[in-house]
Nanobody, 115 residues
Framework: QVQLVESGGGLVQAGGSLRLSCAVSGNIFSVTAMAWYRQAPGKQRELVASIRSDNVTYYTDSAEGRFTISRDNAKTAAYLQMNSLKPEDTAIYYC?????????WGQGTQVTVSS
C-alpha cells in the first residue's frame, strides 16, 4: 500500500506561482511513475504532468513551459512547480503514484487562481 498526501494549494493571482508537494509513505520503493492530475468544477479529471522512475517527464499542452514536475531521490515526495498561473488552472490537484499494478491517489489540494 502507498499513501499520498498533497499540500501547497491555495489562492493566487493570475501570473503568480505555487508549488504543490506530495508526501509519499508506505511501500515507497514499489512506486515507479508519479503524476499530477487536476479536476475543475464540472469537468473530468485530467492529467497535468507525469514523471517516470528514470525521471523522464511528460507534460500536457496546458502545462508545458509553465509547470515542472519533480521527485526526490528517496521517493518520499513529488512536486509540481506551477508558474504563470491562469484562472483556467483553477482546480483540485491530485497526486497519483503507480506501483505498476495500480494507481494510488491523494485526497487533493485546491488551487484557485484569481483574475
Amino acid at each position: 500500500q502507498v499513501q499520498l498526501v498533497e499540500s501547497g494549494g491555495g489562492l493566487v493571482q493570475a501570473g503568480g506561482s505555487l508549488r504543490l508537494s506530495c508526501a509519499v509513505s508506505g511501500n515507497i520503493f514499489s512506486v515507479t511513475a508519479m503524476a499530477w492530475y487536476r479536476q475543475a468544477p464540472g469537468k473530468q479529471r485530467e492529467l497535468v504532468a507525469s514523471i517516470r522512475s528514470d525521471n523522464v517527464t511528460y507534460y500536457t499542452d496546458s502545462a508545458e513551459g509553465r509547470f515542472t514536475i519533480s521527485r526526490d531521490n528517496a521517493k518520499t515526495a513529488a512536486y509540481l512547480q506551477m508558474n504563470s498561473l491562469k484562472p483556467e488552472d483553477t482546480a483540485i490537484y491530485y497526486c497519483a503514484g503507480s506501483d505498476v499494478r495500480t494507481w494510488y491517489w491523494g485526497q487533493g489540494t485546491q488551487v484557485t487562481v484569481s483574475s
